[in-house]
């Protein structure tokens, strides 16, 4: 992604699902922001307190839209979730404390719905409300 000069930056964060709007949000915002996404799946917030420095890189941001909670959910070969509700909360204050910094305008997505079915790894749908209300 080359900046257009002039143009205020902005950074997408999350999961899979924001590797779906990344280039429908740049094609919306041609000409009114630089739109980029860190160049790999977010995941659970675990990866996100360890690698917030390297995705907010040296380069100023403007606004940060950031989403986690659908891979902290998902539960693990020992039927334990990945990451517990509390956890979830306190890593996402983590990340927050540390978007703040930025000076950027903070942009938080809720985690998107379970699909219903079966799902490998298992999810289930009633945990989005629990990880949300965190």
Request: charge should be positive.
């Amino acid at each position: 992604m080359q900046d257009k000069p002039g143009l205020p930056r902005v950074l997408l964060i999350g999961d899979s699902i924001s590797i779906g709007y990344t280039l429908p949000a740049r094609d919306a915002l041609e000409g009114k922001a630089n739109v980029h996404r860190i160049p790999e799946n977010a995941g659970p917030t675990t990866n996100g307190v360890q690698n917030i420095d390297a995705w907010l890189g040296k380069g100023k941001w403007d606004v940060i839209h950031f989403n986690f909670g659908l891979h902290d959910l998902k539960y693990m070969f020992d039927n334990e979730r990945q990451v517990t509700p509390a956890d979830y909360e306190r890593n996402l204050r983590r990340i927050v404390f540390r978007l703040k910094q930025t000076g950027a305008k903070l942009i938080f997505a809720a985690t998107t719905p379970v699909p219903e079915g079966k799902l490998n790894p298992p999810r289930v749908p009633a945990d989005v409300e629990t990880h949300n209300s965190q």
